[in-house]
Every structure is written in structure tokens, then in C-alpha cells.
């Protein structure tokens, strides 16, 4: 155990807690890829992508990072996404 009375992350759990941090901004970067060059922006919601930003912007606060790597994560995770969801309900709202 840590001095913090915590156990350490085994190396699995060290890989699976970058896994928001990569996927998040992955997935919601491709979304804002497809708005920008797909014709129609019909199937994409504004009231769905405004809820995820939402959700990130609460995500931003729930934690208290104990180290920088966890910061860097959280931030690419829950911040880097809660901007790209604006800009995608922008460009929807904009190319709609």
C-alpha cells in the first residue's frame, strides 16, 4: 500500500485509466470530423452533444487529481472533449 493508505495500480490498471483520456476526445473528435465534411448534419443532435458537455463539465470538477499524470489525464479526458463538444454543436448549428 501507498503512505496514503491506498493500493498502487497494478499495470492493467495503469493502461484502463488512460482509456478516457484517449477515447473520449477520439470519439468526439471523429464526430466533429464527420460534421465538417459529411453534406448534411441532419443526424447529428445539438440537445446530445450539449448533454455530453454538460456531463464533461461536471466530470471536470467530481475529481481531485493526486498527481500530474492524473491531471494530464483528466484534462484530456473531461476538458479537451467538453471544447470539441462546442465546437461541434457550433459547426452543427452552423452548417444546419
Known amino acids: 500500500m ?29 464526430q466533429l470530423w464527420l460534421v465538417l465534411t459529411k453534406d448534411s ?7 446530445t452533444w450539449g448533454l455530453f458537455f454538460l456531463a464533461n463539465l461536471g466530470a471536470i470538477w467530481l475529481g481531485s487529481p493526486r498527481s500530474t499524470q492524473e491531471r494530464l489525464q483528466k484534462h484530456l479526458a473531461f476538458t479537451l472533449t467538453a471544447v470539441l463538444d462546442v465546437v461541434i454543436i457550433g459547426a452543427v448549428l452552423v452548417r444546419g
Open 2 to 30: 501507498s503512505p496514503s493508505g491506498m493500493q498502487k495500480p497494478t499495470g492493467l490498471q495503469k493502461v484502463v485509466t488512460w482509456f478516457p483520456a484517449i477515447i473520449l476526445p477520439t470519439a468526439t473528435g471523429h
Open 41 to 47: 448534419v441532419e443526424a447529428v443532435s445539438v440537445w
